[in-house]
Nanobody, 125 residues
Framework: QVQLVESGGGLVQSGGSLRLSCVASGRTFSNYAMGWFRQAPGKEREFVARVKRSGSTTYYADSVKGRFTISRDNAKNTVYLQMNSLKPEDTAVYYC??????????????????WGQGTQVTVSS
């Protein structure tokens, strides 16, 4: 089992920045690729970003490319999501997730084995 706990959400004005963190415990963090997803009210949960085990390769949804950066610190068992130039449409609950498979872009919920409880991000206009 892997336990994931997100933090760093909050209320920010349009154009602002936030950094989300997700701390993992349980099994060896570096054995998992990590992803961020988000779910806005009344919408499906959607892929945001993914980082492979080593941190050397990242993937992004088109909607956040150039504004968000995913990174990880395997020594701290933590994955981050730096969010810049935030827009009201970025408002959602953000979830981190762990995937035991490291290959390619895996951007569906079903690909991930463990999930955090989510952290709310609200961007005001």
């Amino acid at each position: 089992q892997v336990q994931l706990v997100e933090s760093g959400g909050g209320l920010v004005q349009s154009g602002g920045s936030l950094r989300l963190s997700c701390v993992a415990s349980g099994r060896t963090f570096s054995n998992y690729a990590m992803g961020w997803f988000r779910q806005a009210p009344g919408k499906e949960r959607e892929f945001v970003a993914r980082v492979k085990r080593s941190g050397s390769t990242t993937y992004y949804a088109d909607s956040v490319k150039g504004r968000f950066t995913i990174s990880r610190d395997n020594a701290k068992n933590t994955v981050y999501l730096q969010m810049n130039s935030l827009k009201p449409e970025d408002t959602a609950v953000y979830y981190c997730a762990a995937d035991r498979w490291d290959y390619g872009l895996r951007d569906t919920q079903a690909a991930y084995d463990y999930w955090g409880q989510g952290t709310q991000v609200t961007v005001s206009s």
